[in-house]
């Protein structure tokens, strides 16, 4: 759901990028109450880990594919205000280096892709957690639901800033309909991306979650050489979910990961264009689309200039791609956890 330049007029895109930076600068702030010496390392990793499977484009409907936006991913891992802190980084990059997401458009994307996918997902999430009972279940299936509904929503917003500031005049009934209808189908892959992502750190570091903190799980007791539950009334049902590898493991292999998607299994992923961009192609949003300022940056289009074979080519931007996000996203958290007062607060 990139959004080029010249979809948005500039008036529009200079309020969004208003709204940007003011909730970057808040976001900013919160991140601070967020972080922590544990958790700022994953933050980055977070960020990384979206920019490579923002890679993978999967299938989702004829000639149409879709790919993570990863505002739900963030929030739940890392918290609401860093989350949109990744998102926004990730943005950058894609931005800067890969001519993905127009420079005049950063705001639009930034409020559409970070904001709103973070905003919509966290607070569904923590709905459904205060109905639910709190165990690791409970967690990954509050994560699929808010994963779900973050990526309509997300395409509901770019509908309305297109209804505002649209620089081409299409029916804006026919654009809601064909951008939420196609969306709908995209969630169902970020809600599957995202539980299982969430579900696997959760059984490894349950407490490096922020949605799973004070995740808690029942005693049991071995009666026969069956665990059964402790009764309430001989001991206190619930205690600490522990660790079950070191930070640095989980960092290593989370980056591990991150490699290999972006430099190997991305060159598999789908070629079909996005949900965003076939919309965009069938009712003629895309009339006005201006070249990318970053177009002649040698990893345009996700690709190392002058490497002629397409799978190294592809893979090695992907490496590069990580890697610089990698390296933004944990000097930015880093310098946020700095400013960390004793007390946590902002």
Known sequence: MH?????????????????????????????RRELD???????????????????????????????????????????????????????????????????TAL??????MAIVTTVVAYAVFRGLLKVLPRTRRSVTAASFVAALLSVPAASAAFTLLYAVGGTTDVSIGKVATAMIGVHVLIGVGEAAITALTVGAVIAVRPDLVHGARGLRQGLKLRVNGVLVDVPSSQAAPTAPVA?????????????????????????????????????????????????????????ADYGVEDVSDARLSGGLAGVIGVGATVVAGSAVFWAVRRRRTPSGAA
């Open 3 to 31: 959004v080029p330049d010249g979809f948005i007029d500039a008036p529009t895109s200079a309020v969004t990028g208003a709204v940007a930076a003011g909730a970057l600068a808040l976001s900013l702030r919160g991140a």
């Open 37 to 103: 010496e544990r958790t700022a390392p994953l933050a980055g990793l977070v960020a990384a880990f979206i920019f490579a499977v923002q890679m993978l484009n999967f299938p989702v409907a004829a000639g149409t594919s879709g790919h993570l936006l990863g505002g739900a991913l963030a929030a739940i891992l890392v918290g609401p205000c860093t989350g949109v802190l990744c998102v926004s980084v990730v943005l950058l990059m894609q931005g800067i280096l890969f001519a993905d997401g127009g420079l």
């Open 107 to 112: 705001g639009v994307n930034i409020t559409d």
């Open 243 to 299: 660790a079950r590898t070191s930070r640095r493991a989980l960092w290593i292999t989370g980056l591990a990961a991150s490699l290999v998607l972006a430099g190997f299994v991305s060159f598999y992923a789908s070629s079909h264009p996005d949900g965003l961009e076939k919309v965009a192609h069938d009712q003629g949003i895309d009339a006005k689309t201006e070249e990318h300022a970053a177009a002649g940056s040698p990893l």
